[in-house]
């Protein structure tokens, strides 16, 4: 168990659809990164963020927004889904950067 | 061409083989990583480097700035090895923007 968690697990929607994926990085960890894996296209970093502000951003879509709340947990936020959408979501957290990442389960997004 | 190529995509070897995989990059980082992803799903950070050699139990990794080049070695390995390593490059000191390789499909047998 790497402390950080995941929620839902397991996401079935429809296209056009918007949903939430939730993050809680392990205590003490200001820093949380999203994570996109496909069958296609293998691991894809989306975003960082490091005590409520943006770090980085990797291949994010703009129908894609994340956020970091004052209690460092993060929701990464999909909207106007589509079928190519329809992935592993990891979420990973660590102390700061660059440093080790611990990731959470993911969540399976199933966009039908 | 990607900026991060791993070698060899597959690979199956006997328990107790040497094993080593590669991994070879065209972007400057600041640091380089390797990961694990076992066949349910989960990912675990094996190493983070920026210079030299690490070794965690039967695993090594070491990377040449240099030659852009990254190896990861496991020593006297195990079906529970079996898995899918993926080497990732940090590209930055600011923020870490990733680009992962990848990855490269282990099946160790008994």
């Known amino acids: 168990d790497s402390g950080v968690t995941q929620t839902p697990k397991h996401l079935i929607t429809a296209t056009g659809q918007r949903v939430t994926l939730r993050c809680s990085p392990r205590?003490?960890?200001?820093?949380v990164y999203w994570y996109q894996q496909s069958l296609d296209q293998g691991l894809q970093f989306l975003i960082q963020?490091?005590?409520?502000?943006?770090?980085a951003k990797g291949n994010i879509l703009e129908r894609f927004s994340a956020q970091q709340f004052p209690d460092l947990h993060s929701e990464l936020n999909l909207s106007s889904l589509e079928l190519g959408d329809s992935a592993l979501y990891f979420c990973?957290?660590?102390?700061?950067?660059?440093?080790?990442?611990?990731f959470g389960p993911g969540t399976r997004l199933t966009v039908l | 061409k990607n900026e991060v190529e791993q070698s060899p995509q597959n690979l199956t070897a006997q328990e107790e083989e040497f094993i080593t995989i590669n991994c070879s990059y065209s972007v400057g980082i600041s640091a380089l990583h390797w990961l694990q992803q076992h066949p349910g799903g989960g990912i675990v950070s094996l190493f983070m480097l920026s210079s030299g050699k690490k070794k965690h139990g039967r695993l090594i990794a070491t990377i040449n700035i240099q030659e852009k080049h990254s190896s990861l070695h496991i020593t006297a390995s195990h079906p529970r090895d079996s898995a899918v390593y993926i080497c990732a490059a940090s590209k930055s000191d600011y923020g870490q923007n990733f680009v992962f390789g990848p990855g490269t499909r282990l099946s160790v047998l008994p």
């Open positions: 963020y490091y005590n409520g502000e943006e770090r």
């Open positions: 990973a957290s660590s102390v700061g950067y660059p440093n080790e990442q611990f």
């Open positions: 205590s003490g960890d200001l820093s």
